[in-house]
């Protein structure tokens, strides 16, 4: 596909968000819902999930517009008008049938729904994530057929191992790019058969994350980068649930700025938001949280808030990649929409945001119109 041209500036603004998973309960509210049929241990059919929603917070409209998921994230936007907008989607957008067996979840929204995300003008959809081969290689091929199609750009899966490998470009003004890079590492749940392999369709897969496996991805994007470059590294890592940045993520995330050259790290995986660090004068997010799912009316795990969700707006120097600010718009999904968070949900995004952050040294603040921003030292 061809690279879309920016508007030339001094600093480029970016949208990133945590986990969009449209698929499942989502996609059985759109206009053109797939074949409902699950194999859960507890519930058989999507439309399911559209009722447990609907007993927690009421009657939910069907069917929506395509639109309608995003509710008042698409004013945010436009208010802000990123450049480039990046989300990690955890949704095969296929119809296929060759569900993968043995996996306890199979997520997938139907192609005929795939205006759900055109809707955002997205630039670049991350792939590299323990969903996107819920419904086998035929789900994975008609998935990036039906993105790029609709003119959207994927990283961190592919048809090969050179296609899943191969960052995701969008062109700024003169000659400069941000380009993706993403990854999805065992602990977030991927089944190491799913790595890209030549000849063999998968996703861009680690192991681990140890000090080897980061060199590894550093000359990879090391090599990549150009002058005027910003340099984003998508990572699917961790476990669903808790605060707790590791020694190891942390020296991971490091070690993509000092040799990779990674302007910003972006992690994702956890169903809550994490902390965030500027190291370096570069962006680290180490779990943006979910950002849309089907999750409404499950318990067990509400001292995580995974009903939040925050839009990050990082505004990077055009020249160097440096940091320049952060903002973030607390949301809140009800009714499989995102709507602007309510006062509580607000104070309890900051408070978490500035303590977890803040054991590296950053911290978050709350503005007088409910927007977050992140302060730290240099």
């Known amino acids: 596909m061809d690279d879309v041209t920016r508007t030339a500036r001094d600093s480029v603004r970016l949208f990133l968000c945590g986990d969009v998973m449209t698929g499942r ?9 797939g074949k409902p049929h699950l194999f859960e241990g507890w519930l ?5 999930y559209v009722e447990l929603a609907e007993r927690a917070t009421g009657a939910i409209q069907r069917p929506v517009d395509p639109a309608y998921p995003w509710g008042d994230a698409l004013a945010q936007l436009d208010r802000f008008q990123p450049d480039v907008r990046i989300v990690n989607l955890e949704t095969a957008v296929t119809a296929s049938e060759d569900a993968q067996p043995g996996k306890g979840i199979h997520y997938r929204m ?14 670049c ?9 819920d419904w086998g290689r035929a789900g994975l091929d008609e998935t990036l057929a039906t993105l790029h199609g609709a003119g959207m750009r994927t990283a961190g899966a592919g048809r090969d191992e050179a296609q899943a490998s191969a960052p995701a470009a969008i062109a700024l003004a003169q000659g400069a790019r941000v380009l993706v890079f993403a990854y999805a590492t065992a602990a977030s749940g991927v089944p190491a058969d799913w790595a890209a392999a030549p000849g063999r369709a998968g996703i861009h897969f680690l192991p681990d994350i140890s000090v080897r496996a980061a060199d590894g991805v550093a000359r990879l994007t090391a090599a990549a980068k150009g002058a005027g470059d910003i340099l984003v ?24 700025i000092d040799a990779g050259g990674a302007d910003i790290v972006y992690g994702h995986s956890s169903h809550h938001i994490r902390g965030a660090e500027v190291y370096r004068g570069r962006l680290i997010l180490y779990g943006c949280g979910d950002f849309l799912n ?27 990649g440096a940091l320049r600010q952060l903002s973030a718009v607390p949301m809140q999904i009800r009714h499989f929409s995102l709507r602007r968070a309510p006062a509580q949900g607000v104070s309890w995004l900051c408070a978490t945001l500035d303590r977890e952050s803040g054991k590296q040294g950053t911290h978050a603040t709350r503005a007088a119109d409910d927007t977050l921003a992140l302060r730290w030292d240099g």
């Open 25 to 33: 309960g989502i996609d059985q509210i759109l206009p053109h819902p």
């Open 44 to 48: 058989r059919s999507a439309v399911d």
């Open 110 to 123: 139907h192609p005929a729904n795939v205006a759900c995300l055109s809707s955002a003008r997205l630039d």
């Open 125 to 133: 959809c991350v792939l590299a994530n323990n969903h996107v081969l």
């Open 233 to 256: 590294v998508s990572l699917h890592w961790g476990g669903n649930w808790g605060f707790d940045i590791s020694r190891q993520e942390q020296a991971f995330a490091h070690r993509l």
């Open 294 to 320: 089907d999750y409404e009316g499950i318990g067990g795990y509400e001292r995580y808030r995974p009903d939040l969700a925050l839009m990050y707006f990082p505004l990077v120097d055009g020249a160097t």
